[in-house]
């Protein structure tokens, strides 16, 4: 059984930086992809940054290009989200997640962790 555990979240003034990790466990993750989500109060989850473990191609979403680097260490099986020029926007539970790439639906998902950027 797949497990994903994240941490790093915390408060952070506008235009400071945080890295938020997600430690996985229980398979091999050569043929998955991770993502990256998040949720702000009254807002629909959104997907912010998405790695092929075994390529590590990327993709992110608009609001966090240049931003937001997604990586993956696969000696420590964890994929991290290093977070700059942090905004008040970014406020939100960040989930990570992963899916099989032949699957079109993540199937495994973490237990969130909360961003909260000062103004």
């Known amino acids: 059984q797949v497990q994903l555990v994240e941490s790093g979240g915390g408060l952070v003034q506008a235009g400071g930086s945080l890295r938020l990790s997600c430690a996985a466990s229980g398979h091999t993750f050569t043929s998955y992809l991770f993502g990256w989500f998040r949720q702000a109060p009254g807002k629909e989850r959104e997907s912010v940054a998405t790695i092929y473990w075994s390529n590590t191609n990327t993709v992110y979403a608009d609001s966090v290009k240049g931003r937001f680097t997604i990586s993956r260490d696969n000696v420590k099986n964890t994929v991290y989200l290093q977070m700059n020029s942090l905004k008040p926007e970014d406020t939100a539970v960040y989930y990570c997640?992963?899916?099989?790439?032949?699957?079109?639906?993540?199937?495994?998902w973490g237990q969130g962790t909360q961003v909260t950027v000062s103004s």
């Open positions: 997640a992963a899916r099989r790439q032949s699957f079109s639906k993540y199937d495994y």
